[in-house]
């Protein structure tokens, strides 16, 4: 993962040095949100947290170009809050986001014609992304997640649940409005949803919960109190063979709603 990021910041930076003159640098703020087994929409702004972005575009011209972007966010999730029909399974995570990705873009309209400023585009891409959810114990101390395999990920006792990694891989697409200022400056914004390949973004999948005296006797007292959480509410929620903890059948997702702001140190691409 770390090599993906490196060859993609390198191939980009190479490319900026030699075409500088079509080089925009980009800063943006926004959103950022998650869908999945704690969070009862996969798209809403029900417990979205900002997003910041730094990078840049190379334009080829007024309808193409390529642009490369570092994004940092969070996203979280707390049945009580997203899902509160599921208040009672209790659980929650929260996970900071870091994420490098190159994407193609595409223009609508060629936005170097001077009568034609504004216009629509799309992008998609790959990208590499580092997670690492987290919760708070009953003390309110921070605990990571993936550690503890609060589902049996790992242990010889489920031999089919596979520990899953905290950097994967990607693939994020959307649409955005983009508006030339001048020769210099466009201002865009867009919407980005990224597909990605594990259901653990939230620490939640597997349809059934783990038996937690095998985690208590693998991983610990903690785990076990981290894996299975009904019985801190009042009444306490009785854990049965048909209890289900989260849903394997559909991945997790995460996206981020951006303002940008591009600024060309070069030379003018547009001819106002």
Known sequence: MKRLTLIITFAFFLQGAILAQNLFVTLGGGMMNYGGDLQGKTLTFNQAHPAFTLG?????????GIAYTLTSGKVSGVDAIGIPKHYRRNLSFYSNIGEASVTFEANLTDIMNTEKRFTPYAFAG???????????DPDGNKTFLQPLSTEGQGLPQYPDKKPYKLSQIAFPFGIGVKYAVSEKIMISAEFSLRKIFTDYLDDVSGKGYADTAIIN??????AAKLSFRG??????????????????????????????????????LFSF
């Open 56 to 64: 840049g575009a190379y334009y080829f011209n007024g309808y193409y």
């Open 231 to 268: 019985d801190e509410l009042d009444p306490p929620y009785i854990l049965t063979p048909k209890s289900q903890r989260g849903n394997p059948d559909k991945n997790d997702v995460y996206y981020t709603g951006l303002i940008k702001v591009s600024y060309s140190f070069g030379k003018s």
């Open 126 to 136: 790959v990208a590499a992304f580092k997670m690492d959810p987290y919760t708070y």
């Open 217 to 222: 006797a693998e991983k610990g007292p903690l």
